[in-house]
């Protein structure tokens, strides 16, 4: 059986087992591939919107107080991520002797979302917060800070202006750092002298699931509006 047979009837029975649509299952697969099989971000409707999952016992879904949906999509994962992350290997080692090797710069590694509109190529990569567009045969890329990217959002008629749907709604390709541009990294404006360079806030996952817990209550008292909730909701989940 080759490894394409392997992965599609692999889709096959996991989306036929967990009453799934295939495109589902899919989608899972691709972000876990991306992951080397330990990690995945994805979004799709039938998965409770964007998402992440990781391998020991983390996930979280935007449907988050579906729990019998959270159950099904952690079986998904653990069912995939095994041969995820041999298709992880296979496509790194291709990429490392320069066969099928992407569009993109070298050490960027997989991307968990890719895609094209009109002449331009994208690639989101998650681990290193990277975007990379190909336009006219020049490959840009950006510093995607905290947004995870899953696909474009807009690109206007005659005009090179493109927006991206992230988790925090539209990001617009302008309002992103561009790092490199046709292989030459770009300078990046030297801090004052004794100042720390500003990190992205982080928070352990497990912090954010009950201070979003604890909004819902709040939520439910009428104390936070449903526009309050869900602002506060996309801050805290943007800290992971």
Known sequence: MSQRSEVQNTIEKVAADNGVSEAAVQALFDALVAGGGTMAQFSHPELGGMGQWSRGGMLMI???????????????CSQLADLASQQHAMRRDAQGSGAGRGWWPEGLGLPSSSGAQND????????????????GGTVTVYDTDDHLISGVSQQQ???????????KGEVRLQDLRQVSRG??????PQPTLGAERPRPETAPADDVLRKIEGLSELLKKGLLTDDEFRTKKAELLARL
């Open 62 to 76: 935007g449907d988050m107080f579906n729990y019998q949906l959270k159950a099904r999509v952690d079986h998904i």
């Open 120 to 135: 331009m190529r994208y690639a989101f990569f998650p681990a290193e917060r990277r975007l990379a567009i190909s336009d």
């Open 157 to 167: 008629s005659g005009s090179r202006s493109v927006a991206f749907t992230s988790q």
């Open 183 to 188: 292989g030459d990294e770009a300078r990046a």
